[in-house]
Nanobody, 113 residues
Framework: VQLQASGGGLVQPGGSLRLSCAAS????????WAWYRQAPGKQRELVAS???????NYADSVKGRFTISRDNANNTVYLQMSSLKLEDTAIYYC????????WGRGTQLTVSS
């Protein structure tokens, strides 16, 4: 599976942005997907996940602000982010929730005034 995250950028605090992740391969619809992020000097952390049936989970730090969704027809996972905070600044990656594929480059989100 190849992964391509996109949609990052520079956003002011309180702003919104939507990330997209295109995944290759025929297994997309049957696996759980997730968004991860890695801030400078910190370990990669799980941000949000979505199962094949559409059940979602979120890290406490983003609950109520981020929404993960999936489009099985287009092999794409989304992360809608709102009420962005400075501490959301990180490189965002998508991958399977379990049995990770090779990590793509990710997409940089910078929240700054």
């Amino acid at each position: 599976v190849q992964l391509q995250a996109s949609g990052g950028g520079l956003v002011q605090p309180g702003g919104s942005l939507r990330l997209s992740c295109a995944a290759s391969g025929s297994i997309f619809r049957i696996v759980a997907w997730a968004w991860y992020r890695q801030a400078p000097g910190k370990q990669r952390e799980l941000v949000a996940s979505i199962t094949s049936s559409g059940s979602t989970n979120y890290a406490d730090s983003v609950k109520g602000r981020f929404t993960i969704s999936r489009d099985n027809a287009n092999n794409t996972v989304y992360l809608q982010m709102s009420s962005l905070k400075l501490e959301d600044t990180a490189i965002y990656y998508c991958n399977k929730l379990n049995f990770w594929s090779a990590w793509g480059r990710g997409t940089q989100l910078t929240v700054s005034s």
